[in-house]
């Protein structure tokens, strides 16, 4: 039997994600595309266990240690796409942030995403891991929207989605909805889930027969848009960002 110890650290896919270079699932594509390097030869596994980065680099650049995980709201307009880039031309909440970011932010990765027509908070963290932890179903993480929807719709018929529904085969979870108020025949609805299924809170509406013609998320986790302003972007603090780190650790994490 050998005595060789087992090597220590964290894999480096971990490793990379925590300094804020992609998610970790994005990590292992980079390095499965030949692009990351350990002391100039290029990696083909994220399975090597490191415990800093010392002599990584990515596409032939080296990588700096891991900051602290930050965290900021961002108040995202409605007409804005979440990514990097859009293959149409479309606006980026990058566009936006350029302005909104206080001097000296980290580079920054969106936690889940936000409709081109979907308005509201969106958080940013430089932590991939974070990003993960906070973007998986199993975290349990509630997300709270405002609906404000064209139609006929009862309490009655909201109440039934805390059992969860199936809308052309996809199966979304328990949601939590409750009618607030009417104008005309606008119904301002209120609606909390965990999940954060792609265009959920619209295809869910639209089941019911509604048509939403403005959604804004309102929280995310502890995390409330508040009065944060249309377009403005704060760091969270440090303390609240630890906390709520610690509360992710009673979840699975994957």
Known sequence: MSDRLPPEGDRIAKLLARAGIASRREVERMIADGRVALDGKVLDTPAVKMGNLKGVTVDGKPVAQAEAARLFAFHKPSGLITAERDPRGRPTIYTALRNALPRGAPRLMPVGRLD??????????????LKRAMELPSSGIPRTYRARAFGEIAQLHLDELIEGVTIEGVRYGSIEADLERSTGRNRWITLTLTEGKNREVRRVLEHLGLKVNRLMRIAYGPFELADLQRGQAIEIRQLEVERFRKSLGRNPRG
Do not use: A, K, V
Not at 116 to 124: I, S, V
């Open 116 to 129: 081109f027509n979907t308005e509201g908070l969106l958080l940013l963290t430089n932590d991939g891991e």
